[in-house]
DNA sequence: CATGAATGAGGGTTCATTCAT
DNA sequence: GATGAATGAACCCTCATTCAT
């Protein structure tokens, strides 16, 4: 790719008829990618794809790596809205917590989420790793795992109160890294979700109990 | 890139000066990794980081991909060789492993391994992440993935003598995705490891309890 | 050379504009041919030599030889065409034929047709012989020789109705042998074209004879 | 190819060594033409096929052209001396000599030579071809034609003393044309040899029979 | 606004030729 | 002399981006 210039969009799709493009355009991508891969897209191939002209393209976005950007961060506030379930605790001591622990992970890891990995999650995923080869997504990522940090910080200390905000932070950050690493493996398709999610609670479980 | 033809190396490095020739070509390759990503990498860039002409990089690998490969197989044996420590397990009752586990973890990571994730372990772990978009190096990541979790299988299948061997490899799957997520996060400079192992542990530790 | 893909123009030239690129595109190469060989023909000389952008070529051809086989074919259609004279016989005897045989190859081989071997001519000519080192051309060629073989052979079955078609096809095949020589011979402006179709008559009457 | 400097060989093969080293060379450009073809001969190959260095190859050769150019020479020369058994005609007058000319012509084409056209004829005929394109090969052939068309029209002048110099040259060109022609339909194995001697024969009788 | 032809830098790769050993 | 590693220009081709229409 190599892209150097801005990589905001263009204009502010303030107009109907602009959301629409920029929906098309992020569609395609999205199609683009899950049949090519990330090395295999092209802006042709996402103008072909949408059924407009390269050209157009570049009225919505400045860039390939805009549209990448767009489709990218969309990707990860869904996660955040996702992890939002977990971490909305109601104030109860961390005794309550510990016990009704299993059935909040139960409530997030349900099977339907994870029995049939859709190819929604398949992309979300694909598109995960890809971002690793673009430096410029990197600041994106990062700043998406702080702030999923954060969020899973802010819900721990709402039971921890006395845990140093560093201490919180850490356990966060673990627990999110392997909840990615479950999601991949799931996605992968190495491992059935079901059986998986007894040691990956206990996991989850053990980790939490190290704030007690 | 999509490169078709054989990818190993175009001749055994017999001679020193050979031997010497790979070295600087891969590691100028990691250098130029490091920097452009591999987004970024091009042999052009390769023979200029080593100081080489285009030509000569092609006398020693039969195109770009083989470069990259050669980096990787290299890391991915690393990994391997460091993961024999944790197989070695005598014989012994589950009850004595459990009992040893944690002396056994705390021998597998020494925070001198993780203290200084030095600059040569954020390069490897770039590197991974980054090949999940070559097409030819998933399959070498996929078999590595297996080795990895045979080789673990099959030291716990030592001491869970009674699991399936589904069940171990499933729990070697999840240990191995955890093990790999706290790599990540040390090497990416989130947290310090010292206060990390002991969440890590405790995860490693209750998956495992899931096996008795 | 070596080239794989589709060799077909990558788009009609449906419209005035592509039309007028195809053929700037076509003269550059021949241009380039004459002054280079087929040894020095390259897309960066055609694009050059063309007043365009290596790009813009490939957005008319999808590689090197694509434009080479369309030249190519442009030129045998020229010879087919050109021989569909001869093999308009309508139906006579053999007598009659031998008779009028040479008022018949007087009119195809007309001095102003080869008094000035215009350098199209030349062109085609040079182009014909250097086709031989492409492989994917030489189908092409191949096909074309067996085309223009039966199209002679089916004119002389008309009258030769007692032959077997081998012998038919053996003898138009060394008719257009001595033909394409004559071409070349003149081409090569070795002689002057007139004094010269005495012998070719002579010749081809010859072998025709050999049928009666 | 693209080669510049002198073509000529950079040292007489004054040693007994030095002529073996260029046979052997010679040998293998042969066998790398044969095996793939012109397009296919690099100079790599032809040292590795003669069990050299390619270093070892511009001691006896100043680049890649001088070594087709010995082969395609070597090529002609044995075309001359070929066509010699058809020159040398001792005094006699046209009338006996056109008696005796279809015997003539069935020494020189004897089945024994065309009916299994050797390998070594193919290569020639391939060489032949291939020459096309290189331009610095072209002028070798068109002297190499000069001399075969003289040699021929001074065979000739033995016998039609009457004939003008341009005439004989017209008729001998004529006769070596189509005498190309049909060893190249048969090298390209369209026909077999022995029925398309008669109307090549033929051809060649009446073409000389032009000049009674 | 939309188009898509045109651009041209840059991609991976080859190979004739040289030169230090 | 012989070697073969090193060179680097040139090859064909792609694609993000622009701009005249």
């Known amino acids: 790719m190599a892209v150097k210039r801005n990589t905001e969009s263009r204009k502010q799709p303030s107009q109907e008829r602009s959301k629409k493009m920029v929906e098309k355009i992020l569609k395609a ?21 949408a059924g407009i002209s390269t050209g157009s393209l570049y009225q919505y976005f400045p860039n390939k790596l805009a549209v990448v950007k767009a489709i990218y961060s969309a990707c990860l506030e869904d996660v955040i809205s996702d992890l939002e379930v977990l971490v909305d605790i109601p104030p109860m001591s961390i005794g309550e917590f510990m016990e009704t622990l299993d059935t909040r992970l139960d409530r997030f890891y349900t099977p339907e989420k994870y029995s049939e990995s859709s190819p929604d999650r398949a992309f979300e995923l694909e598109l995960f790793k890809a971002m690793n080869i673009f430096k410029e997504l990197r600041e994106i990522d990062e700043q998406h795992e702080r702030n999923v940090v954060n969020v899973l910080a802010n819900g721990l200390a709402k039971v921890f109160v006395d845990q140093s905000p560093d201490n919180l932070l850490r356990v966060s950050t673990y627990l999110y890294g392997i909840h990615t690493a479950f999601d991949e493996i799931l996605v992968a398709g190495i491992c059935e979700s079901a059986p998986l999610l007894i040691p990956h609670k206990k996991a989850m479980v053990a980790v939490i109990q190290t704030l007690e």
Chains 1, 2, 3, 4 share one sequence.
């Open 29 to 49: 991508t999205r199609e683009v990618l899950l049949k090519d891969g990330v090395d295999g897209l092209s802006t042709r191939k996402i103008a072909a794809q």
